[in-house]
């Protein structure tokens, strides 16, 4: 079942682009954060989220929010991946899909295509929102407008 608006996000451990260990606990709870899945590197729609991001990065930082992109691909592809669109963001590979599987996320969307799913966090490590859409447009905007209204209340 997958997450959803009110869950607390389960704490969870992967090696991010550079082999680093990356532990949830030193980000969920401490500000926003923007949790992605995605299917896979280097792909049309993947790099264009991605870059989407990196674009709007600091309007994110602006607003104490972190983005971490997830999927299955490994280590060295992330690095690959980060490198060469310069993306400021933590990426996690999830080779062995325990993190989807916390998440609630399945690999499969009406079993023909990956599925793609952007989490909105809280500084309180609740899911706010979840938008979920094969195709990527909106994410980002959507995540930032929920950011801005909700530190507006």
Not at 7 to 29: R, T, W, Y
Not at 123 to 142: C, D, E, L, R
Request: glycine letters at 6%.
């Amino acid at each position: 079942m997958i997450l959803k608006v009110g869950d607390k996000v389960p704490a969870f451990k992967a090696k991010d682009a550079n082999g680093k260990v990356f532990n949830s606990e030193d980000k969920i709870g401490k500000g926003w954060v923007i949790i992605y899945f995605y299917p896979k590197d280097n792909t049309a729609i993947c790099t264009a989220q991605a870059c989407s991001f990196r674009d709007a990065y600091q309007d994110f930082q602006d607003l104490n929010a972190e983005i971490i992109g997830i999927s299955s691909d490994s280590v060295l592809s992330h690095q690959e991946f980060s490198n060469t669109y310069k993306l400021p963001f933590i990426l996690l590979s999830d080779q062995d899909n325990k993190i989807k599987e916390q998440f609630g996320v399945s690999s499969q969307f009406f079993g023909l295509l990956s599925n793609r799913i952007t989490f909105v966090v809280d500084q309180n490590g609740q899911v706010q929102v979840v938008y979920n859409s094969v195709f990527a447009k909106g994410h980002i905007n959507k995540a930032l407008q929920t950011i801005k209204e909700l530190n507006s209340k």
